[in-house]
């Protein structure tokens, strides 16, 4: 038997998608509560976003990969080619850890999991909310600099500003 600890992230699973799920609402609740309309917000459906995730899941546009505790899925992230035509690397297309493990590195651990795999270790990229200090704050401890660009994202009838970070690998 190996001393070796397994490591806890693994490739997503369609059974995971109602985790998968919780984690996202729980976290957008969390995270833009200062951001996004409260209206909106609540009005997030834990089934409807769990049936969201089966399709996802069951399609092959990205790579879900997910954080797995002891006894529950603690965070995921989806990854892939760039969906800008100015940017060829990966794109992470979304990253988010249950608020109650917020601050414990999953996070981070996500990210450099990613950059692990050969096929996107290469230059990366990701889009933020403009106004989610939190996120801009843990991209920049992880080598992401905001490169410029920026976009208009259409959520609960705002259009929010993203800006775009970048990391060389």
């Avoid at 603690?74 to 794109?91: H, K, M």
């Amino acid at each position: 038997m190996s001393d070796r600890k397994k490591s806890p992230i693994r490739p997503s699973r369609l059974t995971d998608a109602a985790s998968i799920a919780k984690i996202q609402i729980d976290a957008w609740r969390q995270a833009y509560a200062d951001i996004i309309s409260k209206e909106f917000l609540s009005q997030m459906d834990y089934d409807e976003k769990t049936r969201r995730w089966e399709r996802n899941l069951s399609g092959n546009q990205a790579s879900t990969i997910v954080y797995d505790g002891e006894e529950s899925i603690l965070g995921w992230a989806s990854y892939g080619e760039s969906r800008d035509q100015d940017f060829q690397g990966t794109e992470i297309w979304a990253i988010y850890v249950t608020p109650q493990a917020w601050g414990q590195g999953i996070g981070r651990r996500l990210v450099d999991f990613i950059h692990s795999e050969p096929a996107t270790a290469t230059s990366s990229i990701v889009w933020v909310l403009k106004e989610n200090k939190n996120a801009r704050r843990f991209y920049n401890s992880l080598g992401f600099i905001p490169d410029g660009k920026e976009k208009l994202i259409e959520i609960g009838g705002d259009s929010l500003p993203e800006v775009r970070y970048q990391r060389s690998c």
